[in-house]
């Protein structure tokens, strides 16, 4: 089955620098890749997904970029703000059948110190 | 609309009692899912219904069982509590459909724990 793995585990950065997480997938046939956001508390909620046709998306600070070939994608946020501190999950989904889970990474613990 | 919505939202049990956690959604999905969270272990599913009628093991099944009541309705049931299963429990429910819908949505989550 598919594996994920997300790094850092933790990540802490200056207001208004960038933050850059990680993930590696194991199965290449795997073809949406969503970004969860997890604040203390919360329930996770999608903030941005890339499917495999596509190679980069952005919505306004927060960008995914994907490399099928090396199997990885990674999540940049950029202008860092503290309201950004939160748990940050990567998931990669494969198409054998219609309703197969999401496969999550680890998580990663953002700071954004102010 | 609620979305998906899990009670109750916080449990404690003694080692041995069961218990259900009760999950709803109203987005007319057709796939639900139960994970469990804990630190550093990230979200691990338990169960999952791909659609109504079916269900199947997620990666940490032991110890759970659940029953897809309906459409709407998806519930976790512990026979026997352990403290291994102190966690954080989440409902979760998505459209299914690989080409669109894969977006998962979570409830608020359920904290229980065993002592």
């Known amino acids: 089955g598919e594996n994920v793995e997300q790094h850092p585990s933790t990540l802490s950065v200056q207001e208004g620098d960038s933050a850059v997480i990680k993930c590696t997938y194991s199965d290449s046939a795997s073809n949406y890749f969503p970004w969860y956001k997890q604040e203390l508390g919360k329930r996770p909620q999608l903030i941005i997904d890339i499917r495999s046709n596509v190679g980069e998306k952005k919505d306004q600070r927060i960008a995914v970029t994907l490399n099928k070939t090396a199997k990885h994608f990674s999540l940049h946020i950029t202008e860092t703000q503290p309201e950004d501190s939160a748990v940050y999950f990567c998931?990669?989904?494969?198409?054998?059948?219609?309703?197969?889970?999401?496969?999550f990474g680890k998580g990663t613990r953002l700071s954004v110190i102010a | 609309n609620a979305g998906v919505t899990q009670t109750p939202k916080f449990q404690v049990l003694k080692t041995g009692q069961s218990m259900t956690l009760q999950c709803a959604q109203d987005?007319?999905?057709?796939?639900m899912y139960w994970y469990r969270q804990d630190p550093g272990m990230g979200l691990r599913l338990i169960y999952y219904s791909a659609s109504e009628g079916t269900t199947d093991k997620g990666e940490v099944p032991n110890g759970y069982n659940v029953s897809r009541l309906n459409k709407r309705e998806f519930s976790l049931r512990l026979e026997s509590a352990a403290p291994s299963q102190t966690s954080v429990y989440f409902c979760?429910?998505?459209?299914?459909?690989?080409?669109?819908?894969?977006?998962?949505?979570f409830g608020e989550g359920s904290w229980l724990t065993v002592v």
């Open positions: 998931a990669a989904k494969t198409p054998l059948s219609g309703n197969t889970p999401l496969v």
């Open positions: 987005m007319n999905h057709n796939s």
């Open positions: 979760a429910s998505s459209a299914g459909s690989t080409t669109s819908g894969n977006t998962i949505y």
